[in-house]
């Protein structure tokens, strides 16, 4: 069956990094624009960035944009999540996301996902 694991959260310090690795198995990952979205408790879902099949085009949100770094290796069948300069409001879940269609009409829409990972969790605080 398709499925998304997370890993490489963590507590970071303000300033530090971290690097998020999602596994994907069970589809044609490489055919797939794929995402990360994070979740503060209790509050609504933010769509982080998103990357083509092929990794020539990236998106993200100005949240983010020119501290965060996707990627992918489609030999691994793996998105990754560079996050530098982190600041306490990055503090979230953090899900990776695979689309119900191969190349989304919009990566920042939910109703545009099909499958989700369990979320690994990202603390930064001093």
């Known amino acids: 069956q398709v499925q998304l694991v997370e890993s490489g959260g963590g507590l970071a310090q303000p300033g530090g990094s971290l690097r998020l690795s999602c596994a994907a198995s069970?589809?044609?990952?490489?055919?797939?624009?794929m995402s990360w979205a994070r979740q503060v408790s209790g509050k609504g879902l933010e769509w982080v960035s998103a990357?083509?099949?092929?990794?020539?085009?990236?998106y993200y949100a100005n949240s983010v944009k020119g501290r965060f770094t996707i990627s992918r290796d489609n030999a691994k069948n793996t998105v990754y999540l560079q996050m530098n300069n982190l600041k306490p409001e990055d503090t979230a879940l953090y899900y990776c996301?695979?689309?119900?269609?191969?190349?989304?009409?919009?990566?920042?829409?939910?109703?545009?996902?099909?499958?989700w990972g369990q979320g690994t969790q990202v603390t930064v605080s001093s």
């Open positions: 996301a695979k689309p119900l269609f191969p190349r989304p009409n919009s990566w920042y829409e939910t109703n545009e996902y099909d499958v």
């Open positions: 069970g589809f044609t990952f490489s055919g797939y624009t």
């Open positions: 990357i083509s099949s092929d990794g020539s085009d990236t």
